[in-house]
């Protein structure tokens, strides 16, 4: 009964259907938001008592992929795999090890301070607790309007733009007068929507904006990002661990394990015609409301290897029930299905 309801109320999040303006260029080709190049981001891991680098942590490896604008790109692992670390180096937020990122048209790893600080402006990014974000001390007013005052622009004002920004994101106006404690946890979280909208930006970088939210709240929240994006126009990355949220909100997935994509293609032949081993993993524990239509549970067998230490050839090789002598002396390399070019697999036997 609970996962009937569960599917009636991520059901309704088709009310508002999905909207994919894409930008074309002057020839009609679909045109990249965002494009992120054999991005690599390893973090040193120190020790004794010089505190001499004895490691890195591979939590980005050699990760490519584009957006396009309008679209949503969902992007799902496990906890660890480095997807908010993915998000954190398109925001300019941490300096790469290599490779580059290119959104809206400039490469982040070669801006100033400057223009990051303008690049900001239309890239924003929505957190998993918003309690977080928000300073404990200051009203709601109070924290959106540090943003008008942080990044001011032309012809536009806090005051000029509060009411309809409220509007936008379905809080009263007298909110603005409370403080944070006094918001339940999906109110807490359209305010973070509202500071990210604010800013009117192409692009935002949701880092598992609902996890934290009871799954009716959650499915207002998602149809609240389905809403802006197409009043606005904007561009989504929303990274999740949850394979069903992200199955409502997405064009596109693209599928994580230890700092690499292992699959990325539309987000229907995802849940169709899966091709890795791992994301039919995943697949296989989403709940279902008929029994009938119930996959059979793949249980993973192991834990997760450290990203410290990944294993040689294919990651997955430890966990993986297909794995044999190629998997663990060869990396696969994320290659298209001979059927579509746009579905894209890193596995050996399956692809
Ligand atoms: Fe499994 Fe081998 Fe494919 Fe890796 S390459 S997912 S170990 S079958």
Redesign the pocket.
């Known amino acids: 009964m609970f996962f009937v309801w569960l599917d009636m109320v991520y059901s309704s999040l088709f009310f508002f259907g999905k909207f994919t303006p894409l930008i074309d260029d002057r020839q009609g080709n679909i045109m990249p938001i965002i494009e992120v190049k054999n991005l690599k981001k390893y973090f040193p891991v120190t020790g004794g008592i010089f505190l001499r680098r004895r490691g890195w942590v591979y939590a980005v490896d050699d990760v490519s992929f584009t957006v396009n604008k309008g679209e949503t790109l969902g992007i799902v692992g496990e906890s660890g795999c480095g997807k908010t670390t993915l998000g954190r180096c398109i925001m300019g937020m941490y300096d790469f090890t290599h490779g580059e990122v290119v959104a809206c048209n400039q490469s982040v790893s070669k801006m100033n301070l400057t223009q990051r600080k303008k690049l900001a402006l239309g890239l924003q990014m929505i957190f998993q607790d918003p309690f977080e974000s928000l300073d404990p001390r200051q009203t709601v007013g109070q924290s959106l309007e540090e943003k008008y005052l942080i990044h001011p622009r032309a012809g536009i004002s806090f005051d000029s733009d509060i009411d309809k920004l409220m509007d936008q994101v379905g809080l009263l106006p007298d909110s603005l007068l409370k403080y944070p404690h006094e918001f339940s946890g999906g109110q807490r979280q359209r305010i973070g929507i509202a500071r990210a909208v604010s800013m009117e930006p192409d692009i935002i970088i949701c880092d598992e904006p609902v996890s934290a939210l009871d799954v009716s709240v959650q499915s207002k929240i998602l149809n609240l990002l389905l809403e802006l994006q197409e009043k606005i126009g904007l561009t989504y990355i929303f990274i999740s661990h949850d394979l069903s949220v992200v199955r409502h909100i997405s064009d596109r997935i693209a599928v994580m394990y230890l700092g690499k994509i292992v699959e990325i293609a539309d987000a229907q032949i995802i849940y169709d015609h899966a091709l ?3 994301t039919n993993a995943l697949l296989s524990a989403i709940p279902v409301p008929d029994p009938e239509l119930k996959k059979q549970r793949i249980i993973l067998k192991g834990e997760v290897p450290s990203v410290e230490n990944p294993p040689p050839g ?1 990651r ?2 430890t966990r ?1 029930g ?3 002598d190629l ?1 663990r002396k060869t990396e ?1 390399k994320l290659f298209p299905n001979k059927n579509d070019s746009s579905h894209l697999t890193a ?4 692809s």
């Open positions: 890795h081993p791992y294919c997955f090789n993986c297909y794995a044999k998997c696969p596995c050996h036997f399956f």
